[in-house]
């Protein structure tokens, strides 16, 4: 049976969750003591294959009950009539640039429902963010939704998440994925590019556009690495963390099944703006070379 995590809060919360530098539901149960942290730390080996590989998959985030939760959430986050949509980033209802095909793609949800916004606190996800960004503390950027219906869903071409984010310096950023379905090549799936984070910066392709967009980018040797990338298949609740410069994107989801997915975006405490222009739209302006902090930018996890 589904738990409701959020009884009986809704009506006493804040319109806009960003107020909460906390956890306002009993969605999880934050460890009392360095003993309870440790069943959520990863091993050296899994450290070790992150640097290597630039990604680390197949980590258990959620369990069943809060994935129906986050579910019941997304469907009030997707309609377009939501009195909230105002806190969102941005919301497309479809950003695909191909007429035939759909990608729901959001920013901001945090600061609309209990549930997605609780999940910044989720213990095996802070633990597992910490230990990846080099047991630096952890500040929230952003997180995101991207949305695959069934016989239609759209691609999200071959790119890397710093080329969007250079507003921010220096690069000491962190993505997690997670499916809200069960994820496979079928239903289009994350794909990554092993080892491209050593590729260095490059160009930004249109994100919702040509799968194969960022090639003209790439040198010969890069390009073959294009032709053979690891499909990141994954149950529900499953994620997989990634470098901000490791390639990856997204196939069309031609199957039976919608693949919807939420992705977290943090950086390591100490990050700075890199613009004297809006870092995140209607997000007060942080001034060049000054931290990046404040409450839309919470501090979510400083070790143990």
């Known amino acids: 049976m589904e738990q409701n995590f959020n009884k009986n809060i809704k009506m006493n919360l804040k319109r806009d969750l960003s107020e909460y530098g906390k956890p306002v539901s009993k969605m999880f149960t934050w460890p009392k003591n360095k003993s309870e942290w440790t069943k959520y730390r990863l091993s050296d080996d899994q450290v070790k294959s992150f640097e290597t590989n630039g990604y680390l998959e197949n980590i258990k985030l959620f369990e069943e009950d809060q994935i129906e939760q986050l579910k019941a959430e997304l469907t009030e986050i997707m309609d377009p009539n939501n009195p909230k949509q105002d806190l969102l980033y941005e919301f497309h209802t479809n950003e695909s640039e191909d007429s035939e095909r759909v990608l729901f793609h959001s920013l901001g949800h945090w600061r609309m429902t209990p549930g997605f916004h609780d999940i910044l606190w989720n213990p095996a996800y802070v633990m597992a963010a910490y230990q990846l960004l080099g047991e630096k503390a952890v500040r929230f950027w952003h997180d995101q939704l991207f949305c695959k219906p069934a016989k239609h869903g759209g691609v999200v071409a071959w790119h890397q998440d710093y080329s969007y984010w250079t507003r921010t310096s220096p690069i000491q950023h962190l993505t997690t994925w997670v499916g809200l379905d069960d994820s496979s090549e079928e239903n289009g799936c994350l794909q990554y590019i092993p080892g491209s984070h050593n590729w260095g910066l490059l160009d930004k392709p249109s994100l919702t556009g040509e799968m194969k967009g960022l090639t003209q980018f790439l040198n010969d040797e890069q390009a073959k690495a294009l032709e053979n990338p690891v499909p990141i298949e994954m149950p529900k609740g499953y994620g997989a963390f990634h470098h901000p ?26 990050t700075l703006s890199n613009t004297n222009e809006e870092t995140l739209p209607s997000v007060p302006i942080i001034k060049c070379g000054n931290k990046m902090e404040g409450k839309y930018f919470p501090l979510l996890f400083e070790g143990v």
């Open 245 to 270: 410069l490791l390639v990856h994107g997204s196939f069309e989801n031609n199957s039976k099944r919608p693949r919807r997915a939420l992705v977290l975006n943090v950086f390591a405490d100490g």
